[in-house]
């Protein structure tokens, strides 16, 4: 497909282009040949725009995770009891994630970069919204970090059986993913058995 004159190629395009490539055939189209092709340039003009490495893969997560946290601020925006925060940030993920099922999948494939100046705030602010409700509930210090790692695992291998058609059973899979929220919440009822304990 050849670029459209007149049309300015930047760094924003690249990413979106890049994504709408994952979107339409999944994430192993998150490749500098097949997004050059997309936006109608050779893939040496694509670095000029995006660098080199795993840069464009970056620059589509960083976006990706931009796109989640606007949902879930907005989500959580009139939510006060703590746990259903939990349910509603939850929730939230689950339904991005079955409506964008190749850009959550490349959300996993690029290590987090706590030092990055576009990745980094976003990381924080992420980390500030699910673990807010988590305090309220009473987790406290390194818990809350544990406890974000913990509803995160337990969510991602949920959502990737999921949105890979694993889950064949007649049992509704939504159902299974509310039972799977509840049973993080009681864990994390004062009083709830921890490591050593």
């Known amino acids: ?54 840069a464009l893969a970056r620059a ?36 991005w994630a079955r409506e964008n099922p190749g850009l959550y999948a490349v959300t996993a494939r690029v290590t987090p970069d706590n030092e990055h100046p576009e990745f980094a705030p976003i990381l924080q602010e992420m980390l500030e919204l ?7 509930l009473g987790v406290t210090g390194d818990d809350t970090i544990h406890a974000i790692r913990g509803l995160r695992a337990a969510m991602h291998g949920f959502l990737l059986l999921e949105n890979s058609g694993q889950f064949a059973l007649a049992e509704d899979s939504a159902e299974s993913f509310e039972w799977l929220i509840e049973a993080i919440l009681r864990g994390l009822e004062p009083g709830a058995v921890g490591p050593g304990d």
């Open 1 to 54: 497909m050849a670029r459209r004159r007149g049309k300015s190629l930047d760094r924003q395009r690249v990413v979106e282009a890049a994504i709408a490539c994952v979107e339409a055939e999944g994430p192993e189209a998150l490749g500098v040949s097949r997004v050059a092709r997309e936006l109608g340039i050779k893939p040496p003009s694509l670095y000029n725009h995006i660098g080199k490495g795993d």
């Open 60 to 95: 589509v997560v960083v976006e990706a995770n931009r796109r989640l946290l606007v949902v879930l601020e907005d989500a959580v925006r009139c939510v006060v009891d703590p746990r259903e925060q939990v349910r509603v940030i939850a929730g939230s993920i689950r339904r």
């Open 130 to 136: 699910i673990g807010r409700p988590l305090t309220q």
